[in-house]
Nanobody, 128 residues
Framework: QVQLVESGGGLVQAGGSLRLSCAAS????????MGWFRQAPDKEREFVAG????????NYADSVKGRFTISKDNAKNTVYLQMNSLKPEDTAVYYC?????????????????????WGQGTQVTVSS
């Protein structure tokens, strides 16, 4: 069983930056594709960013392209989401997720159903 623990959320003014971290337990982190999702009040959870198990491919939601960057540090069993130029509409609970699909194919997963493990979430609030 894999445990994911997010951190780094908080309150920030519009235009500011935050870096979210997601630490994973276990010794097989390097084989996981990782993703970040978010859920705003009264909205469905949505894909934000994803990275392949190899770290060589990334994908972003259109709403965050050019502002957010996902990265993966296998030595630290951690995935990061650097968020710059934050907007009030980025306010949400942010979740990290891990997909254990093997290393045969290098893919970035954008669907919730592709992920096997989820963290508890961290709140990000952007004030105007």
């Amino acid at each position: 069983q894999v445990q994911l623990v997010e951190s780094g959320g908080g309150l920030v003014q519009a235009g500011g930056s935050l870096r979210l971290s997601c630490a994973a337990s276990g010794r097989t982190f390097s084989r996981y594709g990782m993703g970040w999702f978010r859920q705003a009040p009264d909205k469905e959870r949505e894909f934000v960013a994803g990275i392949s198990w190899s770290g060589t491919r990334t994908n972003y939601a259109d709403s965050v392209k050019g502002r957010f960057t996902i990265s993966k540090d296998n030595a630290k069993n951690t995935v990061y989401l650097q968020m710059n130029s934050l907007k009030p509409e980025d306010t949400a609970v942010y979740y990290c997720a891990a997909a254990d699909k093997g290393t045969g194919i290098i893919s970035v997963y954008t669907r919730e159903t592709s992920y096997d493990y989820w963290g508890q979430g961290t709140q990000v609030t952007v004030s105007s």
